[in-house]
């Protein structure tokens, strides 16, 4: 009977492990749609089944492409260029691909996901479902781990910021539930790595900064076979393709080359920001050599100080500090292995990527990625490493400050335009580049412009037709310049009032430009007529915004205190004005904060014909507070000193004014008399 029994289950764990062997992993878009319709089914229990399932897949999915492609590399080398050979090779690695990738997580057409799937796990959006859910659940400790890994990539999400301080003030909730689920090893390792390094820790922050550099080669090796998968061909249709076998195999190569170019940008860069950390990879020796000097291990600091120069020959600080290594040595060193071997490759795919693409028939220049780090003082020849500050300062950043620089921040020109006048300046709203201005329009032209609104504002203009694009609690409504001539030269509304908005808006320009002297001309960049307007039924108890606090040119980052210049921000907007045109609501006043987009440093209560104009940058964080009663109107103004970005449909109603001027259709004049010129 025992017997029996035993081979009985002896036979059912058999059949067990061949249908699990069998099984197919599950796509991560179908479980990532399931977890949408249960949160919006209120189902929070399956939310967490399916997105941490989802999750799991996508994961999955992402280290069996990685771990098989490098088996299949291995396993099928080219030994020879005769032409024969390299097919066959192609074919044995393919069929390997194919065997591999079916074997771990089934078809392979299973898994062939949209871009835009893609890009919400990219971007960790379900990660925002996850918190949601399990703080519907009331597991505080999963929910702020799920809301950290979020905030990490998208820390302009002032919501999800406002959480998290929640998060941190409920009990059960400890410092180290905010976890990033997502954290890159090599990033990991490396910032550990530097907070050791700063409070003088040397010895221990050697151990972290040499496991960092073994990740981030390991890191590299994973990216570059990502890139070995399906490739995009801009702008060609290859399912019409007229060149030869050996052109399509080299674009297909070469977009290949440029994906695994790419990998050196895509590993510096921190999750959530488009540029890269400046110099990461040779820092890590930087630091290196410098550590194991403090803790006398000097062989290993001339190595890595070799290396670091392997990425920036003759860079002087380190060529002192190899002579100091030298002199106290009695003997010369070695860069690293692994180093020489990384940029070898690099140049070998460089070299290709320049003829590749010039077969593409596009454009390609070479380009370091690694940013000298400047001259270090070395009065007492001691090794000098660095202070740990260039870590966090993307590139972007420090080119917009060369390339894009604003003039000489400087304010209190004239104000051009009679009975305008400064109710504060900077100083009095604890800011820089700041200024509120009243009596820009009369009564009268505010109400003529209110009236143009109600009739040629639409819901969600400018936000893509969503009506409530800041908050649910309220309709925001807008019309562009050009839009409002349109109308006017329809008879929908009187002409003269398109032709109003038109010229206040030009006078705002010139006061800005003139008040803040601009030694160039500042162009618009956007003009919007909107108006906001509280939703009856929804105004109890609110504690959002109407327009969350931001920056107009740059993404806020309340948690670094960084305003990273880089898109979606308009990075080109250089000035920034709001022209009211009433004062009979509740709520509504304009709000400048501090970076960390809590701490008001400014509140200013809107009225009929008060400009708030400020330059756009990270240095004016602002936002609305919520309208509870009635509606704001407002002409809302973007500037921009680079005639490149000139708003496109302010250059169509100039050309629209031009020809009405000429048949003189305008009955009066606005009678706006400037009392200085420019």
């Given at each position: 009977m025992n017997?029996?029994?035993r081979t009985c289950g002896f036979f059912i764990c058999i059949i067990q492990t061949l249908l699990l062997s069998s099984a197919t992993l599950e796509p991560f878009d179908l479980l990532y749609d399931s977890g949408v319709e249960a949160f919006y089914k209120g189902d929070y229990g399956s939310v967490v089944r399916y997105m941490e399932s989802a999750l799991n897949s996508f994961s999955e999915v992402r280290r069996t492409r990685i771990t098989c492609r490098l088996k299949c590399r291995d396993q099928n080398r080219f030994d020879s260029f005769q032409t024969e050979k390299i097919f066959e090779v192609i074919l044995h690695k393919a069929h390997c691909l194919n065997e591999c990738i079916d074997g771990k997580i089934g078809s392979q057409s299973m898994h062939k996901i949209s871009e835009d799937v893609i890009q919400d796990f990219n971007r960790r959006i379900p990660y925002n479902y996850l918190q949601l859910a399990y703080r519907k659940l009331g597991q505080l400790d999963k929910a702020a781990s799920a809301a950290h890994t979020y905030f990490q990539a998208n820390p302009e999400h002032v919501e999800m910021g406002e959480d998290l301080e929640q998060y941190k003030a409920q009990k059960g909730v400890k410092e180290e539930h905010f976890i990033d689920r997502e954290s890159r090893p090599h990033q990991r390792a490396f910032f550990a790595g530097v907070k050791l390094y700063d409070k003088g820790h040397y010895?221990?922050?050697?151990?972290?900064f040499e496991k960092a550099l073994s990740e981030y080669y390991h890191a590299d090796e994973d990216c570059r076979a990502l890139c070995e998968g399906p490739q995009h061909f801009e702008e060609q249709d290859h399912v019409l393709y007229k060149y030869s076998l050996y052109e399509l195999i080299s674009d297909h190569y070469t977009q290949v080359l440029h994906c695994k170019h790419e990998c050196v940008r895509d590993l510096a860069t921190r999750p959530g920001r488009l540029s890269p950390m400046e110099n990461y990879l040779p820092l890590h020796y930087d630091y290196l050599q410098f550590a194991y000097y403090q803790a006398g291990r000097y062989e290993e600091a001339l190595d890595c100080a070799l290396t670091y120069l392997l990425f920036h020959e003759g860079e002087e600080f380190m060529t002192e500090n190899v002579e100091f290594y030298r002199e106290v040595l009695g003997h010369d060193g070695q860069p690293r292995k692994e180093a020489k071997g990384y940029l070898r490759r690099h140049k070998q795919e460089l070299d290709l990527l320049l003829i590749g693409s010039s077969n593409l028939g596009v454009a390609y220049t070479e380009g370091s990625y690694w940013s000298s780090s400047g001259g270090r003082e070395d009065a007492n020849r001691i090794p000098s490493g660095t202070d740990g500050w260039m870590d966090y300062v993307p590139i972007s950043a420090k080119r917009n400050i060369t390339m894009s620089k604003l003039?000489?921040?400087?304010?209190?020109?004239?104000?051009?335009?009679?009975?305008?006048?400064v109710v504060l300046n900077s100083l009095s709203l604890n800011g820089s580049q700041r200024v509120v201005l009243d009596d820009v329009i009369s009564d009268e032209q505010c109400s003529d412009l209110r009236n143009l609104a109600h009739s040629v504002a639409a819901a969600g203009d400018g936000y893509k037709g969503k009506m409530s694009p800041h908050t649910p609690n309220e309709r925001f409504e807008g019309a562009t310049v050009l839009k409002t001539f349109k109308f006017g030269y329809e008879g929908r509304v009187p002409l003269k009032s398109a032709r109003l908005f038109y010229d206040v808006s030009e006078k705002a320009r010139r006061i800005i430009e003139s008040y803040f002297k601009l030694n160039s001309t500042l162009h618009f960049s956007y003009?919007?007529?909107?108006?906001?307007?509280?939703?009856?039924?929804?105004?109890?108890?609110?504690?959002?915004?109407?327009?969350?606090?931001?920056?107009?040119?740059c993404l806020l980052d309340p948690e670094a205190n960084e305003c990273w210049k880089e898109p979606p921000a308009y990075t080109y907007r250089d000035y920034s004005a709001l022209l009211y045109l009433n004062g009979d609501f509740d709520g509504g006043e304009f709000i400048f904060t501090e970076m960390d987009a809590k701490t008001v440093t400014a509140s200013v209560k809107p009225r009929c014909g008060r400009l708030v104009g400020f330059s756009s940058g990270g240095e004016n964080p602002h936002g609305v507070r919520a309208v509870t009663r009635g509606q704001r109107c407002a002409v809302a103004l973007w500037f921009t000193l680079n005639p490149?970005?000139?708003?496109?449909?302010?250059?169509?109603?100039?050309?629209?004014?031009?020809?009405?001027?000429?048949?003189?259709?305008?009955?009066?004049?606005?009678?706006?008399?400037?009392?200085d010129e420019l």
């Open positions: 017997m029996n029994f010895e221990e922050s050697v151990s972290l003039p000489e921040l400087r304010e209190g020109g004239p104000l051009l335009y009679e009975n305008v006048h003009t919007h007529l909107v108006c906001r307007t509280a939703i009856s039924g929804q105004q109890d108890h609110r504690n959002d915004l109407s327009h969350p606090i931001h920056a107009d040119n490149l970005y000139r708003e496109l449909e302010r250059l169509q109603a100039d050309e629209v004014v031009q020809a009405l001027d000429n048949q003189h259709m305008f009955e009066d004049d606005l009678r706006i008399n400037p009392k």
